[in-house]
């Protein structure tokens, strides 16, 4: 992953709540607006079988209804954690070192991480 400034990247927020991105000593250095037309993942259920009287379900994650984007050179998605599992992809970030409020509330983070195999 290249060191690249601020202003040499674009952050697309793929999630369905604001993002703020704090430096370690608490200032707010970006706010990511959240996006209403995200990709989002359902459950898919069939039945797989039965142990002892007890159904036991296959479940799998899919897409609903809006496609992954396209890589894009530069661009870095912040996604949600189960989206950057199914996906694993490197230009998929998610929030991580999250910054809680008095009532223990999300209210941002100091870094992001990234899921690949």
Do not use: W
């Amino acid at each position: 992953m290249e060191n690249l400034s601020l202003s040499e990247v674009n952050f697309v927020n793929l999630c369905p709540h604001d993002i703020n991105i704090y430096t370690n000593d608490g200032q707010l250095i970006m706010r990511l607006t959240r996006n209403s037309n995200a990709p989002r993942l359902v459950e898919r259920r069939i039945i797989y079988g039965e142990i002892s009287g007890i159904k036991v379900n296959n479940v799998r994650l899919t897409l609903d209804g809006v496609d992954l984007p396209p890589y894009i050179p530069k661009t870095y998605y912040i996604v949600s954690r189960v989206l950057a599992e199914y996906a694993r992809r490197s230009d998929f970030l998610i929030p991580d070192e999250l910054i809680r409020d008095e009532q223990g509330r999300i209210i941002g983070c100091t870094s992001f991480a990234v899921v690949t195999d």
